[in-house]
């Protein structure tokens, strides 16, 4: 069956960077897009970044210039590599396959369980 698996969380001081993964396996990797979402306490989860099959990306504006998508389908695993970190970005990182209109609605057809990313300031 499907299954994405994040990791690379943690907790750091502001400004600093994290590299979030995530390995996918189950499917043929380069049939869906790819996105991240992130989900803070009290809050609704948000799409933060998003890339399709032939490698087109698009991000959230709250991460842009910041945060980097990117993907190695020879390992068939997602990367979020997260730069100049502030608080508000503290959250659950969660990885999503699936088609493009449902990542990009937010209802993609597979979850992974999350990585919990913590910024202090």
């Known amino acids: 069956q499907v299954q994405l698996v994040e990791s690379g969380g943690g907790s750091v001081q502001s400004g600093r960077s994290l590299r979030l993964s995530c390995a996918a396996s189950g499917y043929t990797y380069s049939s869906y897009a790819m996105g991240w979402f992130r989900q803070a306490p009290g809050k609704e989860r948000e799409g933060v970044t998003i890339?399709?099959?032939?490698?087109?990306?698009s991000y959230a504006d709250s991460v842009k210039g910041r945060f980097t998508i990117s993907q190695d389908n020879a390992k068939n695993t997602l990367y979020l590599q997260m730069n100049s970190l502030k608080p508000e970005d503290t959250a659950m990182y969660y990885c999503a396959a699936g088609p493009r209109s449902g990542v990009l609605a937010g209802i993609p057809d597979y979850w992974g369980r999350g990585t919990q990313v913590t910024v202090s300031s």
């Open positions: 890339i399709d099959s032939d490698g087109s990306t």
